[in-house]
């Protein structure tokens, strides 16, 4: 049972550090040397981990995204919020994790970049990270139509699309723009998530 406790939060601490390198000297320019020199292990026991610099990658994304999902699920979870309070929680919630991790989403335009010139489907990609967002979103807003909180008439789907176009504003600004000051979209939140209530 030690050992793989020990093997993964090995594979945490690469994952977390390996971050840094990626954010430094970008997604093209990270090797799995550089990588293990960052951890202070031999590329050998990197490939223990994992198999190439892809796997480190998509794994610091997966590990950012699992960390914001408990905490998105925390407020999901927190019955003294209404939903309007939730979903507001939620949005900003996402919109700090894309502040605090700036560097990443620049490094995740250009390996999206890079998809797209090797013919592979970055949209494809990206979906399958965000369909448990997505629902997160949903079950908040369903839970404030059903409790009356929020207009019946409402389309579920058109309303998650909303928020996420919010978030993708967030990413494109972070990412393309090279933007540190999401205040405007901040701003846009309020009376999108207000626009829901009776």
């Not at 560097?103 to 335009?109: A, D, G, I, Q, S």
């Not at 979906?127 to 019946?152: A, D, Q």
Request: net charge neutral; aromatic share 8%.
């Amino acid at each position: 049972m030690a050992i793989v406790v020990e093997h993964d939060k090995r594979r945490h601490d690469i994952l977390e550090r390996s971050l840094d390198v990626f954010a430094t000297e970008g997604y093209e320019d990270t090797t799995f040397q550089k990588i293990a020199d960052s951890c202070g292990v031999t590329r050998t026991t990197l490939y223990i981990y994992f198999d190439n610099k892809k796997d480190i990658f998509i794994g610091s994304l997966k590990q950012i995204l699992i960390a914001m999902e408990l905490d998105l699920h925390a407020i999901i979870d927190d019955t003294s919020l209404s939903n309007h309070d939730a979903l507001y929680k939620m949005v900003m919630l996402i919109i700090d994790y894309c502040e605090q991790n700036l560097k990443l989403f620049n490094v995740l335009h250009a390996y999206l970049l890079q998809l797209k010139k090797s013919k592979e489907n970055p949209k494809e990609k990206i979906n399958r990270r965000i369909i448990r967002l997505r629902h997160l979103l949903s079950t908040v807003v369903i839970r404030g139509i059903k409790s009356g909180e929020f207009k019946k008439d409402l389309n579920v789907h058109s309303v998650v699309e909303l928020i996420y176009i919010l978030v993708e504003s967030s990413i494109f600004r972070i990412a393309v723009l090279e933007s540190e000051d999401l205040s405007e979209i901040r701003k846009a939140v309020a009376p999108a998530i207000d626009g829901l209530v009776k």
